[in-house]
């Protein structure tokens, strides 16, 4: 699995945009660009999923440049119900099992 | 439709005891995985089941066995309980012909003294 590198925390306000920026520099052909949200004592829930250019879907956006060594995660105008961590994970997943990394801790301020 | 479900939700065991703890998957998965989540960390791989057979480990001693039956839902049984046993255990579960994307249930916390 491609390893990857996210920031260990970061903090927002209510109704600001947040970005959190995964590097993943060797990654794969045949990898998927995957973010999951955790809140505490809760499992990992599944946020967005990419393999290139950008996806949207209710929740938040992901973009991914063309050369898909980072992907940005997007969530528009985040509420305190936001502040959870986000893990990013890269990979095909065949034959492989998830292994997450720290995740970023998001903590958003009224 | 249900997703994952998991019990028990909370679990107090001793040192040395053994613990099972149950996972049935989201309707239609037939793949299930198990992590551990110590504090303030990521989950750790610990297994893989398909089609009843421990398909992929992670790191873990052969204290952590499981079992997948035909419906598809899954035991983790751990023995000789230590202190650092103690975590939040997560299931998820896949479509083994689709595993980049899995569904995580709410876990169970272990508590060992």
């Known amino acids: 699995l491609a390893k990857t590198t996210q920031p260990i925390s970061m903090d927002s306000y209510e109704g600001q945009e947040v970005n959190i920026t995964c590097s993943h520099n060797?990654?794969?052909?045949?990898?998927?660009i995957t973010w999951y949200q955790q809140f505490p004592s809760q499992g990992p829930r599944f946020i967005i999923q990419?393999?290139?250019t950008k996806v949207t879907n209710e929740v938040a956006s992901l973009f991914i440049p063309a050369d898909r060594k980072s992907s940005t995660l997007s969530l528009p105008r985040v509420s305190l119900s936001d502040t959870a961590v986000y893990y990013c994970?890269?990979?095909?997943?065949?034959?492989?099992?998830?292994?997450f990394g720290p995740g970023t801790r998001l903590s958003v301020l009224p | 439709d249900a997703g994952v479900t998991q019990s028990p939700t909370h679990l107090i065991k001793t040192r040395g005891q053994q613990v099972t703890l149950r996972c049935s998957p989201k309707?239609?998965?037939?793949?299930v995985s198990w992590y551990q989540q110590a504090l303030g960390q990521g989950p750790q791989f610990i297994f893989q089941?398909?089609?009843?057979?421990?398909?992929q480990r992670g790191n873990f001693p052969d204290r952590f066995s499981g079992h997948q039956f035909p419906n598809y839902s899954s035991e983790l049984n751990v023995n000789a309980l230590l202190l650092g046993d103690s975590a939040l255990y997560l299931c998820?579960?896949?479509?083994?012909?689709?595993?980049?994307?899995?569904?995580f249930g709410p876990g169970t916390r272990l508590l060992v003294l």
């Open positions: 998820a579960s896949s479509y083994w012909t689709a595993p980049e994307t899995q569904y």
């Open positions: 060797n990654i794969a052909t045949n990898d998927y």
């Open positions: 990419g393999y290139k």
């Open positions: 994970l890269v990979g095909d997943f065949y034959g492989q099992n998830f292994v």
């Open positions: 309707s239609g998965h037939d793949t």
């Open positions: 089941y398909y089609e009843e057979e421990e398909r």
